[in-house]
């Protein structure tokens, strides 16, 4: 077990994949846990993550010196660094010198931690406070233009860190910095595999459900099939899966759903048409967030009804529902310690407060990949593990404007057509997700067939992607994308114009609402 303490950084759960990705367990713990508490669960190493706040900030979150006291090895990145240099006498000065993003750090001696890596490497950084003096018995083995001090380690002790983030994909040798850290410092043994995930989450499924029975929010996307068949394979029988049909999804979506989940797994599965339902609360609505919240509320007492059918045949009673969600999700609604809300995904921000189900969350600290992994890991076909995301709110996040059914029948057009057209190129693998957006209320003049029209445009957001949590748009062919645009405006009516977004994500999100 390693322990990556959070310092209220978004990095700290890539940290904890990325040691993983090592094939070493890691769990992550708030930096408010006392030291005690975190060496009673005998780590074989602790990483300290970095954090927004510069460590002479007032409230800075300090570091117990009682962490170094047993010899257990630790590895400090960026305010963790700064933290651990600070503790064990260093010095940490506020020069004003700020580095963000890419640097250079020049490899000096590269002692055990940096052995065989190039002289010089590409790395992403973000500090405004620097380690001037390295703590007593360190030798200094990096630095960079603002940083003389840009890694650090005493090897006997078992100790390291770097003022840059290895974690992040943009940082040269990230993965290799730490896993030297894990290996020859701190001397774990890389055996972990996503086959332990699945027997560790089976055995806290049945802890925790005991003998009532669950009912599972199946959409038909990865996240929501992954968790249904883990917790299946957890607890068989006891578990009902229920498909909301919102009137939100793709052409043709429900019935593929259906077919392709039954005849992958034997799971109970009950379709609930709740289509009026939807579309008659989020009539008029254009808000994004208010969308989310009436879906995620909507959703909830779907469910309810749902249960309160599943009641009148006997058995112990219904009282936990299973849901997809992803750890992007809950760091993107605020969920780790000092990240801040950007969106409220509707499965973990919208919840309505009158719940009446315990929510059992077996993928809550994974990543997409990583989902996919557990997928395979079940005998689920490749069809479904591979499927791209698609959101919980459906094509209501994809209609710029109120919803209504006929603004629907147009997004749903327009995006089976992409879709195929995607597939065709034998592209699907190559994108992350395509969503297809209408802007309902934007008009456009064209000309079709010798007479002017006034339609509305749809915009094309292929994206590449690792995780959803930073994105890049998809150099799509220009002949796939001219097939696409073509189709779109001979094959949909309304729509007499396509257009391509080319943002990233960060300043962009994925989706436009
Ligand atoms: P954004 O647009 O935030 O999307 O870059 C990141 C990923 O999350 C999906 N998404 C959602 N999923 N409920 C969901 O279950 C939501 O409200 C929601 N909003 C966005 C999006 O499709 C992408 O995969």
Redesign the pocket.
Known sequence: LVLVVDFGAQYAQLIARRVREAKVYSEIVPHTMPVEEMLAKNPKAVILSGGPSSVYEEGAPRLDPALFAQGTPVFGICYGFQAMAQTLGGTVASTGQREYGRTDVTVGDPGVLLAGLPDSLRAWMSHGDEVTLAPEGFSVTASSPRATVAAFEDVDRGLAGVQWHPEVLHTEHGQKVLERFLVEIAGCRQTWTMVNIVDEQVDHIRETVGDARVICALSGGVDSSVAAALVQRAIGEQLTCVFVDHGLLRKGERDQVVRDYVAATDVNLKVVDAREQFLGHLKGVTDPEEK?KIIGREFIRTFEAAEREILETPGTPVKFLVQGTLY??VV?SGGGEGAAN??????VG?LPEDLEFSLIEPLRTLFKDEVRQVGEQLGLPPAMVWRH?????GLA?RIVGAVDEQRLEIVRDADAIAREELTAAGLDRDV??F?VVLLADVRSVGVQGDGRTYGHPVVLRPVSSED?MT?DWSRLPYELLERISTRITNEVNEVNRVVLDITS?PP????WE
């Not at 995301?389 to 709110?393: L, T």
């Not at 962009?508 to 989706?511: R, V």
């Open positions: 989310r992007p999700d993107e950007i969106k409220s995904h509707h499965n919208g995301p698609f959101p919980g709110p996040i992350w997700q969503p959803a994105a994500k962009g999100t994925i989706e």
